[in-house]
């Protein structure tokens, strides 16, 4: 992978989750947004709660790649510490319908 800038929808997401804003974050998703974590579907809402605004979590993007959809980066919470993690994500109309995470 080479450092791209993030497409602004992603870049909208990281932001958010970064800064705790679950209305930001709410905002950069579709209304059907769908996820999975390390290949497993999961609810979007209780994955997030859990995983992120209930856990501090913050990734610290490390790599773009060229479509600017998909990086690797480091992502720490309060429940299970620091992973190397791999996120990609689809975007519709300037949203993120879908995100993909898990271990890189």
């Known amino acids: 992978m080479t450092t791209q800038p993030l497409d602004p929808a992603v870049a909208a997401f990281v932001a958010a989750l970064n800064s705790g804003d679950k209305d930001a974050f709410a905002a950069a998703l579709t209304d059907d947004v ?3 974590d390390d290949g497993t579907e999961r609810d ?3 994955w997030t709660d859990s995983e992120i605004f209930s856990s501090n979590g913050h990734l610290d993007v490390e790599d773009v790649a ?3 959809r998909t990086l690797t980066g480091t992502y720490t919470n309060s429940t299970y510490g620091s992973m ?3 996120w990609a994500f ?3 109309d ?3 319908s879908r995100f ?3 271990q890189a």
Do not use: K, Q
């Open 34 to 36: 769908t996820m999975s």
């Open 44 to 46: 979007v809402t209780a």
């Open 66 to 68: 060229s479509d600017g």
């Open 84 to 86: 190397r993690t791999r």
């Open 90 to 92: 689809t975007v519709t």
């Open 94 to 96: 300037g949203r993120i």
């Open 100 to 102: 993909e995470t898990g």
